[in-house]
């Protein structure tokens, strides 16, 4: 399984950004695909997550500004920022995992293939 991440960049805050993550080596549709992220000196933490179904979830800190999406034709999920703000600041890794119950999409370690990561850096 390969997980191909890109889309960051550097943005002034209140400005956008879509990354998107290609996936390949497993039937994509089946499987949760989340976004995490992680700051310098930071642990890395859950931004969203789409499962299977295409229920989505979303942490509180981008509910509202960032949307997650999947298109399963080209094995491909998305996220598009808006609004980002400068503690947005982090490298973005996409992951994908089994179906996965909602307690969770959370946890970093219930999934098993993880992308390279891309740079996002929000100036102020």
């Known amino acids: 399984v390969q997980l191909q991440a890109s889309g960051g960049g550097v943005v002034q805050a209140g400005g956008s950004l879509r990354l998107s993550c290609a996936a390949s080596g497993r039937t994509f549709s089946s499987y949760t695909m989340g976004w995490f992220r992680q700051a310098p000196g930071k642990e890395r933490e859950f931004v969203a997550a789409i499962r299977s179904g295409g229920s989505t979830h979303y942490a509180d800190s981008v509910k509202g500004r960032f949307t997650i999406s999947r298109d399963n034709a080209k094995n491909t999920v998305y996220l598009q920022m808006n609004t980002l703000r400068p503690e947005d600041t982090a490298v973005y890794y996409c992951?994908?995992?089994?179906?996965?119950?909602?307690?969770?999409?959370?946890?970093?370690?219930?999934?098993?293939?993880w992308g390279q990561g891309t740079q996002v850096t929000v100036s102020s």
């Open positions: 992951a994908t995992g089994p179906r996965l119950i909602i307690s969770m999409i959370r946890v970093p370690s219930m999934y098993d293939y």
